[in-house]
């Protein structure tokens, strides 16, 4: 099986490119991982978790939520961003300082300076939870990267190119690890193996990935 665990990386080493404009930091947020979650756990009281419906009708295995200005969303109209917490009629939580912060730090370590993500899309997946192969094509500034922040258990993510029958890599993303998905890497095809079955110090049975996300070049 063509599974590259790749090597631990200290959080100040040079991103390691694993694909043109894709980059992996390796335990970039380790040492902030304890606070990070404290301030995830405070969104999702005001933001519950939910298992979205696909525009096909079926039930998403990743429980989702949302913090900053916009919000991904998704039900039998399809998937889109949304300023407001369908579930509340109220805006999505704020982005928390420490988690924009975290995520501007990793994206200008990967060469893209000057993000301004919009949407930060909170995913947790307990044993079993998965997501298929899919683009991240929702998003209308496709110049801008998505930066994806990874806690708890561990996940296998598959990550294709732009062509979605092109053979996927597999990654082993852990606790702490950063990526930063720009330029050719921006519209590859990409998914997460189902969850093994673990404890995790921190989190337990659970993977908490984070997503932050520039939808619109000039909103607000
Ligand atoms: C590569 N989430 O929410 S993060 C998603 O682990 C999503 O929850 C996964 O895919 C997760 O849409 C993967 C890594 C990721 C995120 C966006 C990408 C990889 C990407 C966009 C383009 C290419
Ligand atoms: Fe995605």
Redesign the pocket.
């Known amino acids: 099986m063509d599974l590259f665990d790749n090597l631990p990386q200290p959080p100040d080493a040079t991103p390691t490119q694993i694909a043109p404009g894709?980059f992996l930091l390796r335990g970039f947020a380790l040492e902030k991982a304890p606070s990070l979650l404290q301030a995830i756990e405070a969104i999702l009281q005001q933001a519950p978790l939910r298992h979205m419906l696909t525009p096909g009708g079926h039930t998403m295995s990743?429980g989702m939520s949302n913090c900053g200005a916009l919000g991904?969303v998704s039900d039998t109209s399809g998937y889109r961003y949304s300023a407001r917490d369908p579930l509340s009629q109220l805006p999505w939580p704020c982005m928390p300082a420490c988690l924009l912060e975290l995520a501007q730090q990793a994206a200008t370590q990967a060469g893209y300076p000057q993000f301004q993500p919009q949407a930060c899309?909170i995913?947790q997946?307990t044993p079993g939870a998965k997501?298929s192969l899919?683009?991240?094509k929702d998003e209308k500034d496709l110049a801008s990267p998505?930066v994806?922040l990874?806690l708890g258990l561990p996940?296998v993510?598959l990550?294709g190119t732009p062509r979605r029958n092109d053979r996927p890599q597999r990654y082993r993303?852990a606790h702490g690890d950063v990526?930063v998905?720009g330029g050719p890497?921006?519209?590859?095809?990409?998914?997460?193996a189902p969850l093994g079955d673990d404890e995790h110090a921190l989190l337990g049975r659970r993977?908490i990935?984070l997503?932050f996300r520039r939808v619109y070049e000039n909103y607000p």
Request: hydrophobic share 50%.
């Open positions: 894709a990743v991904w899309l995913n997946y997501l899919h683009q991240d998505i994806s990874s996940a993510f990550f993303l990526v998905w890497s921006r519209l590859a095809y990409h998914g997460v993977r990935n997503t």
